[in-house]
């Protein structure tokens, strides 16, 4: 035994260092935490000065709590990225040079490094000017090679047809003379002008900018990235139901309204999401908790408030807390605080209730590793061990009175046979919601309530002097709590 004693004093001293260098100030932008410090960056959670003033045990702790969003986040700028560098088709172009702006761009940059931004914002500059020029003058072949990097053959092909079309156009402007042209000679070159169009460069046209058909046929639906919509594209009808003694003039600005427009026909509706554009960060990113302001004197405090990368939300309305949850990323809610009043086995929020099944339904996925789910209602743990605490025991007399004995005697009243009403309330009156929570959403840490939960925010006139009446948050609570994680108890974090 004597042998071993220096390796174990080694060992409780390289364990001992371990810990120690885990407490040390861990510096803005540390490459080891790459991913976290982009995450806290765009989600303006954290600056270099504020970051440097947190100690280090609060550090850490953000830094742990980030890890998934920041992961997830990363992966989600990866595929945008790796879905706007391939080769767009017609309504791709359209989508990505309308919506695209300068913050996906910056997006992009801090997530994936200069070189990607640069190289997107390259391709963006070039679809952009190749289709105005196309619009305005035609594409020479040089312009359609410097396309051939960023669209389909599909598009390119398309876009050349306008160089075409936009010929068209100003030779019928040039041969528009003072006097105009024969009638005959007019329905001939609008004839040839019609089938022209019509077979090749008005079909073409049509398809790449409006998705229309040329020949004033049902219009073709052109897809965008999430969507699809049509839109009349007509050239020879018009000018060939119009046509007087100056067709020349008319057929010239017929076909300047249609070539001249091609680029600037409405773009495609906005969908929920536009995929030219980086995903949205969490929701209420850079949005500061608020808290609804009362003068009543009575308190209605009640709500859901949500701790994930580095941001807190906080709601009152059911649905939009649950929508909100949903929408995170897998593990990146770091606390979830569930606000109202309790009773065993049973949490209220407002008209909401959640049983264990209700909460790990709702929050399944979404929980960081040791994250941490707080019911703040009476009762939401079980009374526990013995205690010489005379507030706490007065609690669980109250508890076994209220969530027993009367409804036992109710039942007993009304009939129903001891053991029966036994059997009945003897398993309900101290059941543990948060353990049986913690048993259904593995790895999180649920916290209640073994006591009845005193928050002075809700007395009576308090309430109106702290302005707390529909507070989301409960503040202090004067109770006994209990925390487990999968089934056991563990201290409170």
């Known amino acids: ?69 920041a992961l997830d986040r990363q992966e989600q700028i990866r595929e945008y990225y790796a879905a706007a560098m391939t080769r767009w088709d017609a309504g791709a172009a359209r989508d990505y040079a309308d919506n695209t702006g300068d913050t996906d761009i910056k997006t992009v940059r801090l997530w994936l490094g200069e070189a990607k931004a640069a190289a997107l914002a390259k391709k963006l500059s070039v679809t952009r000017r190749m289709l105005q020029k196309a619009s305005s003058e035609g594409l020479e072949d040089a312009d359609l090679r410097a396309l051939s990097p960023y669209l389909t053959r599909r598009a390119i092909s398309d876009l050349s047809g306008v160089k075409a079309a936009s010929g068209l156009q100003r030779q019928a402007e040039v041969s528009s ?60 009808k018009a000018a060939i139901n119009s046509v007087t003694g100056n067709a020349a003039g008319a057929t010239g600005r017929q076909t300047s309204k249609n070539v001249s427009g091609l680029l600037n026909q409405p773009s495609a509706p906005a969908a929920t999401t536009i995929k030219s554009k980086t995903p949205a960060p969490l929701p209420g990113t850079g949005l500061p908790p608020t808290e609804n302001k009362s003068a009543a004197w009575t308190s209605d405090a009640y709500g859901y408030t949500i701790e994930a990368g580095g941001r ?10 649950e929508a909100a949850i949903r929408s995170l990323p897998n593990g990146s809610v770091s606390k979830v605080t569930l606000y109202g009043h309790g009773a065993p086995g049973m ?65 007993r009243l009304n009939g129903v046979p001891a053991d029966e009403a036994k059997q009945q309330w003897d ?47 409960p503040g202090y609570v004067a109770g006994k709590k209990a925390c487990y994680q999968d089934g056991r108890e563990v201290p409170e974090p």
Request: net charge positive; aromatic share 10%; with cysteine.
């Open 177 to 236: 003379g003072k006097y105009g042209i024969p009638r005959k000679a007019a329905n001939a070159t609008v004839e040839k002008v019609s089938g022209e169009l019509g077979q090749q460069t008005g079909r073409t046209a049509a398809k790449f900018f409006d998705g229309s058909a040329s020949s004033g046929d049902a219009p073709e639906p052109v897809s965008s990235r999430e969507g699809s919509y049509t839109k009349n594209y007509e050239v020879p």
């Open 427 to 473: 398993k309900g009156w101290n059941a543990d919601l948060s353990r049986d929570t913690s048993l259904k959403i593995k790895g999180a840490i649920v916290c209640g309530y073994r006591t009845f939960g005193l928050v002075p925010g809700r007395l009576p006139g308090l309430t109106r002097l702290m302005g707390s009446q529909e507070a989301a948050t």
């Open 312 to 321: 807190t939300l906080k709601f009152r309305d059911q649905k939009e807390a």
């Open 347 to 411: 949490q209220s929020v407002g008209s909401a209730s959640y049983e264990a099944g209700d909460t790990a339904a709702l929050l399944q996925g979404k929980m960081a590793r040791g994250g941490v789910i707080q019911y703040s209602g009476c009762n939401t743990a079980s009374i526990g061990g013995p205690t010489l605490n005379p507030a706490v025991g007065l609690s669980m007399v109250a508890r076994r009175v209220l969530y027993f004995s009367i409804p036992y005697f109710q039942d």
């Open 1 to 69: 035994m004597k042998k071993l004693r220096p390796a174990a004093i080694f060992l409780c001293l390289l364990l001992a260092g371990g810990y120690a260098f885990s407490l040390e100030t861990v510096t803005w932008e540390h490459t080891g935490y790459a991913s976290e410090f982009k995450y806290f960056q765009e989600s303006e959670a954290f600056t270099r000065e504020t970051w440097a003033a947190l100690p280090p045990e609060e550090q850490s702790a953000q830094l742990r709590h980030a890890y998934n969003p």
